[in-house]
């Protein structure tokens, strides 16, 4: 799929088909994440891949909208050094690209996947092991699509704000 057309067309996927995601695919995804670039080259992420879905269930509770965990085929938690209020906003920059890379990767074969954003660290720790000067803000769930039908869904109506509200010329 060429990027362009992977860029337009990606929605998340929130119900997966039992299908398994061969082992060659999520191993693409998961380098194509390790090769965004990142601040200073810092690459502050680590990746832990859950298949176990006794695992996925439990962490389908660390959030308020995670509950799509318990249903995906495979879920990597995003893991970064813990930070600070006072520490620069890159390692959200670098999160994002990494993220993007895995889920544009998996779109392109694909692949469906949706974020489910942590809120409840203490029970995410305990369930993944992650050191306490780390932390998990996401997790992505994996699978193909339940209704595959999703892979060409067209965006709602009003499914992104119009550009002119958001681009500015010259000067806000
Ligand atoms: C930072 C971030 C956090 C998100 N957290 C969740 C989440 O906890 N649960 C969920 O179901 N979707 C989550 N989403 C998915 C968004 O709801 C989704 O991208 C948005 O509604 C647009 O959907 P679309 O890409 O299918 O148009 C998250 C997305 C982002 C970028």
Not at 8 to 23: G, L
Not at 111 to 133: C, F, H, M, N
């Amino acid at each position: 799929m060429e990027i362009l057309e992977a860029i337009r067309t990606m929605r998340v996927i929130r119900r997966f088909s039992p299908e398994p995601i061969p082992a060659e695919l999520l191993d693409t995804i998961i380098r194509a994440g390790r090769h965004a670039g990142s601040s200073k080259n810092l690459q502050r992420w680590a990746f832990i891949v859950v298949h176990d879905r006794s695992t996925l269930e439990r962490l389908s509770k660390v959030g308020a909208f995670a509950g799509h965990v318990a249903g995906a085929t495979v879920a990597i938690a995003l893991v970064t050094p813990a930070v600070g209020p006072n520490d620069p906003w890159s390692i959200m920059w670098d999160l994002g690209r990494t993220a993007q890379n895995m889920t544009l990767a998996a779109w392109s074969l694909g692949i469906g996947s949706v974020p489910a954003t942590v809120y409840d660290q203490p029970l995410a720790r305990s369930i993944l092991g992650y050191p306490e000067d780390h932390w998990c803000e996401y997790i992505l769930s994996l699978g193909y699509p339940a209704d595959p039908s999703d892979l060409t869904r067209s965006p709602k109506a009003g499914g992104r704000r119009p550009l002119d509200e958001m681009l500015h010329d010259e000067r806000w």
